[in-house]
């Protein structure tokens, strides 16, 4: 049985989502010094959750690594499209869209410890990423428009 996000308590929750570099034809067998950091809730099918997202209102953060080029933080966005299916993003705030980084068919994927995931570089290419660690991040994050909890 697999592993989902209702399974674990994780519906709604914001979590940690580690990517890695999948094997590619130029790195056979990928790279633990190209990858990701996301922070993003997930729904309770290990998806993530564009309801919950506009919802958190920001918090939900992505930092970018690759040896030999400095390190990038953005956040996480949804673009709703027309046809009701929308397009997952990574936006590094210093250009309209020229630096955003699309997640092609981000929306596709269960985020489950294993799986692979595709977003385009920053030369345009896609480029697969290993599901490598989901953690639930503790604590309460509030949603947008609440008064953070004292606790």
């Not at 309770?44 to 400095?70: I, Y």
């Amino acid at each position: 049985m697999r592993a989902t996000a209702s399974l674990l308590g994780l519906e709604g929750m914001l979590c940690r989502i580690s990517l890695r570099l999948a094997p590619t034809p130029q790195r056979p067998n990928g790279s633990d010094d190209v990858g990701y950091e996301i922070t993003a809730p997930l729904d309770r099918r290990g998806f993530l959750d564009p309801a919950e997202l506009k919802a958190r209102n920001g918090s939900c953060r992505v930092a970018r690594f690759a040896r030999g080029e400095p390190h990038r933080y953005g956040r996480l966005i949804y673009r709703p499209g027309a046809d009701g299916r929308g397009m997952w993003a990574i936006d590094y705030g210093l250009a309209r869209f020229a630096d955003d980084e699309d997640a092609y068919g981000l929306d596709e994927h269960c985020f489950e410890v294993g799986g692979c995931v595709r977003l385009r570089d920053s030369h345009g290419a896609f480029q697969p990423f290993r599901v490598v660690r989901v953690v639930p991040l503790i604590g309460r994050h509030p949603r947008a428009g609440e008064r953070p909890s004292v606790a």
